[in-house]
């Protein structure tokens, strides 16, 4: 059996902190965390102070390393995403291919089908779109969205069985409550997104079986106190799970932390990056559906934005979601940690990382207490 013995840091389990403890891996799986007086024979691997955690989740990924799916919806693409954020904590993401023809995302459901079975941090499909909202558009292309038929429901149920893992962000205006039951029921993730819909229409989608609302506040009818639209749902809602861009530009951290506290259920709010090519990249500039999008430093972190001013996906990794959360959402360090690993696991139904518990994949990471990253492993192996 080859078995690793992590020591030299606090470990974080998903739950609680660890002090004074060591994180025992056979076989690139969790095998126990055990006091430093009571260790099996194994490799030691001396870990500096810091954090050990479980690796981070990030459920939308549009790009990065230089790279962005819709440019090139291939295994090696999802690859290189996947690499480009591995050095900010990600060990398993859902490369996204956002609004695109028929083509593009066939090839994006053809590549994911290959690229989940190799163990280089691709875990699953989002497809955000094309079944948005024009009135929602943000980034998008309008003119390729279109309203769910029959034959999506049958071949994104046929992909859900081969990739394990599909994601797919529509409007509740683009998709009828038997639609969304019938893919629920299938095993793909329906996320409510893109969507101008009443609180009434989202309320209907989600119990149906839509377990999730996309890049929570962005692209969506708010909360009205006569009107509480999507928003309003959403946090009402104890089911559903939100997905929130936290870098200082999407969302005024006053309105997160309001939406923190007044999530009820089981369904948290959890860290996504919704992150382009440039995470990973030295270029500050990149083309999405012909249109040029460019990299605008200032405040927290920079941001992405088209000729218009439209913010365009962001600059933002999970290491510094989680930076965010601590400094401006009044966030507790384990409370950060969790929405970047334990909450998206449980949103997605990857049951298997997430956290640090006997049986689940060892994907780590190692950071300082200020959340710079400085190892991750993938199964126990460095990545």
Known sequence: MARKIFSGARIFDGERFHDDKALVVADGRVETIAPLNDLPEGDPIELDG?????????????????????????????????????????????????TDTA?????????????????????????????????RKGAHLAELMRPVEDSDVSALTKAAQAIGTLLVTMAAEQVTEKQVRALSEAGVIVSIGHSDCTSEAAEARFDAGARGVTHLFNAMSQLGHRTPGLVGA??????????????????????????????????KLFFVTDAMSLVGSKENSFRLNGRTVRRETGGFCSKLVLSDGTLAGSDVDMASAIRYGITYLDLSLAEALRMATLYPARFLGIADRGRL???????????TDGIEVKQTWISGEPA
Not at 66 to 84: F, K, Q, V, W
Not at 357 to 367: E, I, K, S, T
Request: aromatic share 4%.
């Open 103 to 135: 083509r593009a995302t066939a090839a994006a459901i053809d590549a994911a089908k290959q690229a989940v079975h190799e163990n280089r941090g691709v875990a699953g499909l989002h497809l955000e779109g094309p079944h948005l909202a024009p009135a």
């Open 234 to 267: 959403a946090l009402d809602h104890p089911a559903v799970w939100c997905g929130i861009i936290a870098d200082g530009h999407h969302v005024d951290p006053k309105a997160l932390r309001t939406a923190l506290r007044a999530k009820r259920g089981e369904g």
């Open 50 to 98: 810091g954090i050990l955690s479980a690796g981070f989740i990030d459920a939308q990924v549009n790009g990065g390393g230089g790279r962005m799916l819709n440019d090139e919806p291939s295994p090696a693409s999802m690859y290189t995403i996947a690499a480009g954020h591995r050095p900010y904590g990600t060990t398993s993401l859902l490369p996204t291919l956002i």
């Open 357 to 367: 518990a006997p049986g689940l994949r060892a994907d780590l990471v190692h950071m």
